[in-house]
């Protein structure tokens, strides 16, 4: 493998909360300092910023069962184009990811098909239906990172406290989705003057912190690693700040959409702005860009849902859920850092470096010796997104013809490029 050398590199640590310009060796798929090395393939920056690969939590790829929707070949096209270098897939597939050999089945697609890493969760319970709980033992050994049942909330407290005992016996992480189920059932908005001016079914933001309440107790009783998937209420952060006050193992995420949408976006029934759960109020969405900014939220992720066509054009209460992400995630995010709300490094720390660190994983660091997983990207560079052009096969995205700013320039896996000019 050629040594590579970054030159003029605004270089962006998120562990030492710097940018500053500088240079970068990579050797051996690894990252070597900043000292020169013979034979390297010099690389000028330009003063960009290139900073560790981005770790994203929580994306959807339809393999098996929807490949028609997102397949880890174009999955991991639209990863390496968006900076991504490790994707975290869930479970909610068709059937669900919930014994060895399915797993088995995912990680090898996986490995044959994505130019990036690509790490798999296992569901919870058996189907994702809340009744038994899942292999947990034997999925952890055939190389599941994480455990969730997605937007299927565990209703039944007995047996997620089951699940969660187990869990913690093992040291394996639970990621949970937290919605008080009953509440949430059906909703398409979040409730207040707008969902009533246009008659959709909402939920109260009170059933988020009520999911959360459920699933910090049975943290503390069980003593379980927990990873609450997305946070958007200015009334669970409260939660969840006197939760960290207590030394539980608990960390939360938030996605893209709730960090730089909110619920007018919606407008006539757009339905590409339909997600899960309904985008909050503008109250709420500084709020969360608040805790991002102070640590209290610890993880961004993309929650890379694709849909097709079909199940997007329809009513807006009858429309799925969710959006993709993976290529949209950086230029979105730099509205907030355009705007002064984040800086560079306190992003990547959302971005790379705590999903990494929760996760066990060596990445998201630009130390000597981390593994060369890198991106390389201009924070100002203008264009207007077309969707067509996005690599997923989906093309479900609410920053349709959106002005953004923010390109990847080059990414790279192990030291070596998966996107941009080689």
């Known amino acids: 493998m050629t040594p590579l050398l970054f030159k003029n590199a605004r270089l962006i640590d998120p562990e030492k909360g710097t940018d500053t310009v500088g240079t970068l060796a990579v050797a051996e798929g690894r990252i070597a300092g900043a000292m020169g090395l013979d ?4 690389i000028d920056c330009a003063g960009k910023c290139l900073a560790p690969g981005i770790v994203d939590i929580g994306v959807k790829v339809s393999e098996p069962g929807e490949r028609h929707k997102e397949s880890f070949r174009s999955a ?4 390496a184009r968006g900076g991504v270098t490790t994707i975290v897939t869930r479970p909610d597939t068709l059937p669900a990811i919930d014994t060895p050999e399915v797993l088995e089945f995912v990680r090898r697609r996986a490995n044959e098909a994505a130019p990036v890493n690509v790490l798999p969760m296992a569901a919870l319970t058996r189907g994702r239906e809340g009744r038994e709980m899942a292999e947990i033992g034997f999925l952890l050994d055939a190389g599941a990172v994480a455990f969730t049942d997605c937007d299927n909330v565990v209703s039944n407290t007995k047996v997620f406290s089951r699940c969660l005992t187990y869990a913690a016996s093992l040291g394996a992480l639970v990621v949970a989705h937290p919605q008080e189920p009953v509440l949430s059932q059906g909703a398409a908005a979040t409730s207040g003057k707008f969902a009533a001016l246009k008659g959709l079914p909402a939920v109260s933001p009170m059933a988020e912190r009520m999911g959360l309440d459920r699933d910090i107790a049975v943290v503390e009783m069980t003593g379980a690693r927990y990873h609450a998937d997305q946070i958007t209420t200015a009334r669970a952060l409260r939660r969840l700040e006197r939760a960290k006050e207590m030394d539980l193992d608990l960390t939360a995420g938030v996605s893209i959409h709730h960090l730089t949408l909110n619920e007018l976006d919606v407008g006539d029934y757009r339905t590409f702005f339909k997600v899960k759960p309904p985008l909050r109020s503008e109250d709420d969405r500084l709020s969360t860009v608040e805790a991002v900014a102070s640590g209290l939220i610890d993880v961004i992720s993309s929650m890379h ?42 992003l990547w720390r959302a ?25 390389l990207f201009d924070p100002d560079a203008p264009f207007v997104l077309d969707r067509f052009t996005l690599a997923s096969k989906s093309k479900n995205t609410p920053f349709d013809e959106a002005r953004m700013q923010g390109r990847v320039l080059g990414t790279w896996v192990s030291g070596q490029r998966v996107h941009g000019a080689h």
């Open 351 to 375: 971005l790379s470096l705590n999903p990494a660190k929760r996760l066990g994983l060596e990445a998201g660091r630009l130390n000597p010796g981390a593994p060369a997983d890198l991106v």
């Open 305 to 346: 849902t694709p849909q097709d066509e079909e199940s997007k054009r329809l009513p807006f209460e009858e429309a799925a859920s969710g959006a993709i992400g993976l290529e949209t995630m950086l230029p979105a995010l730099m509205r907030l850092v355009h705007a002064e709300h984040l800086d560079l490094p306190t």
């Open 39 to 42: 034979g390297a393939t010099v």
């Open 76 to 79: 991991g096209e639209a990863a």
